[in-house]
């Protein structure tokens, strides 16, 4: 095997691509029977294979990923943060080995992901994000920032009758924000459950869905790389209440994010000031 590119976002894109073969070739090989085994081996050879391939071609560099023991705890207020070596590092790696890990387990999905992205200290977004990718497997597609997807396209259809057309938001199969049922209802939207936040981000690069909204609870590794997609279209991405998403803070749980169009940004930010009363 030769070499890995050496501008970041094609290295992010050659990472997750790899990653996302060993977990198709996973699947393959030890069924859907056992899926809390399935589970377990996912996260774990997906992580390896990306802290090996990072520690071999980007040394110097920090990672973030889901599966370190303590990547929740670093803001816990007994972990030392100056050992926390990301925290003074001007770049690092975040990623989610498996995004999704509970659609992966089951035969027949591909609403699973796996995400590597970059964070740069002086990163000239509000976010930090540099580079991004978004490996989706089983839909046999990579989306990143090295070769950003086009924005989605509006059908001339939609366009004139924007006030009457129904918007498509995508939202979490398991763990749904209870309020987005009354918020639905308030704006005339269609909710698309879906799972793992890197292929709902996906489903709105590519136009299938609207939006993506969650509340509730998640971390810098489950929006960062999609993120990084999304804001590479021009694409709106943000928290729920209009502010900016922000990685690598000393502590990762970034629990909410608006991902829509952005001619949808204004109406839905008002609506969700509406159901949940952030402002
Ligand atoms: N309330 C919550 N608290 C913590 N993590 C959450 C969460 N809701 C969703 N997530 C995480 O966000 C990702 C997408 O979730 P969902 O499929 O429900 O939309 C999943 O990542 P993992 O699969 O990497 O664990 C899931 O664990
Ligand atoms: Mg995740």
Known sequence: MGSPPMIDGEFARWLAARAGQALLELRDELGFTDQGALKAAGDKVSHD????????????????????????????????????????????????????????????????AVHVA???????TPHGLVAGAVALPAQHRVLATDHPPAYPPMTVEAATARGGRIIRLAVSRSRPPVFLTDLAGDIGAQLVPMGSAGAKIAAVVTGEVDAYIH????????????????????????????????????????????????????????????????A
């Open 49 to 112: 294979l990306i802290r090996t391939e990072l520690a071999r071609w980007r040394p110097a560099d920090a990672v973030l990923s889901e599966e370190d023991e303590g990547s929740r705890l670093a803001w816990a207020a007994e972990v030392n943060t100056d050992a926390v070596s990301r925290l003074t590092a001007d770049r690092v790696w975040i990623i989610d080995p498996l995004d999704g890990t509970r659609e992966f387990s089951e035969e027949g999905r591909s609403d699973w």
């Open 215 to 278: 509340a509730g609870g998640q971390y810098e590794w489950d929006s960062a790389a999609p993120v990084a997609v999304a804001t590479a279209t021009g694409l709106h991405a943000s928290r729920i209440d209009g502010s900016a998403l922000k990685y690598n803070e000393a502590d990762p749980r970034l629990p909410d994010l608006l991902v829509c169009r952005k001619d949808l940004a204004s109406r839905l930010l008002a609506a969700l000031q509406r159901h949940t009363g952030v």
């Open 118 to 124: 970059l964070w740069a200290r002086n990163g000239s």
